[in-house]
């Protein structure tokens, strides 16, 4: 143990009953004896020397005084303007040294307190503007002067805050159709054997958020013809592409965006995601759906112009994008400066901010365009799909990011032909191959695909790009999901879909 320390008492002296008496006498020294005396202070009757002396003042001390009354307390851009009456009670305050008696101290007492409170009350606020500093000044004419003078038709003038943002992003209201009817209690209900729904279905209004989603992906839809067949720069007020002079005089070749450029950058993209930062699906999702629609709106808008997206900052729209949707989709988004890293600082993170707030300028900070992942759980839902066909689902709408041809597709016919080609390839009786069979009745009636005719174009293309891409010419942004999907938590997604690669190529090349 460690030793204690003696430390040396402190000895409090009491007070005895002398010092007590002499305290008193001097609080009772502090205050003023009479009313009468405070009525020619009140006045300002002090014309002489002799004056002064009675109530304990110098001729500095009223210099004083008189320097403050010309003086101006300034506070947050406000003037507090001082009266004479407020002087009367710095006076009455230094005339304290007179010996009164303790009875008239509380009347005095109360005197001063109503005093401060009714001059506290007779102060004028004057405005003071932010770009003239007031000096003190005992020349009140010249103060006067500089004074802004503000009337009543002034101070009630409302300030006018400009909108014009405000009318460029105004919300556009749009019809939402009802495709998926309201569920009953009937169906809510649920036998002793089935398992409780999870509460994050939202069973009650489950219906009105995927009719929301049906008219979102109408609001917003996607063509693929911006990088088939872009604009020629006789229709548009910018060229295509820009020519770059070298040292020697010569030009070099025209750049322009193609579809092998957008196949690689996604690539790049779902990488990032998987591989480095281990992100969620839905954020990758988002991300790719924000990259699509920022291409669309550079090259059909007259504002930027095909121009903008060039081979210099082609990746530094994918990273500003990425960030935007790790900021709308995970809790904590990736630090900027890490993504400036992934770059091989190519660009510095003023230059990743200034390009995300350009983007969201572009598309009106509207962000909510559904992705094919939030309808395909519903689908699987609906179905009662098990693991294998959910994560082969999935498998199918990630492998259709990389497919330009998909652009076009809405992003719940994709989540459909994937649900329809999973259950395709998963069902072991090919006896009575009906489309019931493979798109059952609920589906149907929850979701705007009643008949074959209005999915088989969504398989097709789907199932072509799947067939292509499986093994032998398969690119190499397709390897890393396929190898991604052959892990045993995904059930290996895409092993199976090679062993049935035959199904596959059935629905590939089935007529309509």
Not at 43 to 67: F, M, R, Y
Not at 152 to 173: C, V
């Amino acid at each position: 143990m460690r030793p204690s320390i003696k430390r040396p008492a402190v000895i409090i002296p009491r007070p005895t009953k002398a010092s007590l008496a002499r305290q008193s006498k001097i609080r009772n020294s502090i205050l003023v004896s009479t009313t009468n005396t405070l009525k020619p202070i009140q006045n300002e009757q002090i014309k002489s020397e002799n004056d002064l002396t009675t109530i304990g003042l110098n001729k500095q001390q009223v210099q004083q005084a008189q320097t403050r009354r010309a003086s101006t307390v300034s506070k947050n851009n406000i003037i507090f303007k001082r009266r004479r009456s407020l002087h009367k009670l710095a006076v009455i305050v230094s005339g304290s040294s007179i010996d009164n008696e303790a009875g008239d101290g509380e009347t005095l007492k109360q005197v001063i307190v109503a005093s401060l409170t009714e001059n506290v009350k007779k102060m004028d606020l004057v405005e003071q503007p932010k770009t003239k500093n007031y000096i003190n000044n005992d020349n009140k004419e010249n103060r006067s002067s500089k004074r802004p003078t503000l009337t009543s038709a002034t101070r009630k003038k409302p300030i006018q805050i400009p909108i014009q943002i405000l009318d460029n992003y105004a919300a556009e209201e749009f019809i939402i159709e009802i495709i998926e009817q309201a569920l009953t209690n009937d169906d809510l209900q649920l036998d002793e054997d089935d398992e409780p729904i999870d509460p994050t279905y939202a069973m009650d209004y489950v219906a009105d958020i995927m009719n929301l989603l049906y008219a979102l992906e109408k609001k917003y839809p996607l063509q693929s013809t911006f990088l088939t067949n872009p604009p020629s720069s006789s229709t548009t007020s910018f060229p295509l592409t820009t020519m770059a002079t070298m040292a020697n005089g010569s030009a070099t070749r025209p750049w322009k965006l193609t579809t092998k450029h957008r196949t690689i950058l996604v690539g790049w993209i779902i990488q990032l995601f998987y591989a480095r930062f281990h992100l969620s699906q839905d954020a990758m999702h988002i991300c790719i759906g924000l990259l699509d629609r920022f291409l669309q709106q550079c090259m059909t808008s007259t504002t930027l112009g095909c121009g903008f997206v060039t081979q210099k900052n082609l990746q530094l729209i994918a990273v500003a994008t990425f960030l935007i949707a790790a900021k709308v989709e995970e809790t904590h988004h990736p630090p900027v400066d890490e993504l400036v890293y992934v770059t091989d600082h190519t660009y510095t993170s003023d230059q990743v901010k200034r390009m995300e707030k350009k983007i969201l300028h572009e598309l009106r900070f509207e962000l909510n365009r559904p992705t094919s992942l939030q309808f395909l759980r519903r689908y699987s839902f609906i179905s009662s799909a098990g693991d294998e066909q959910h994560a082969i689902g999935k498998f199918l709408i990630d492998m259709a990011l990389l497919d330009v041809s998909c652009i076009s597709l809405a992003p719940s016919l994709i989540a459909a032909s994937a649900t329809y080609i999973a259950r395709y390839i998963l069902n072991s009786d090919r006896s009575s191959s009906t489309f019931e069979q493979y798109w059952p009745i609920e589906l149907q009636n929850r979701s705007p695909y009643k008949t074959f005719e209005s999915i088989s174009h969504g398989i097709k293309t789907l199932a072509q790009f799947i067939d292509k891409n499986l093994t032998g010419n398969n690119c190499k942004e397709c390897e890393i999901l396929i190898k991604r999907y052959e892990h045993e938590q995904l059930s290996q997604a895409s092993l199976y879909c090679v062993q049935q690669r035959t199904l596959i190529q059935k629905l590939a090349n089935e007529d309509n």
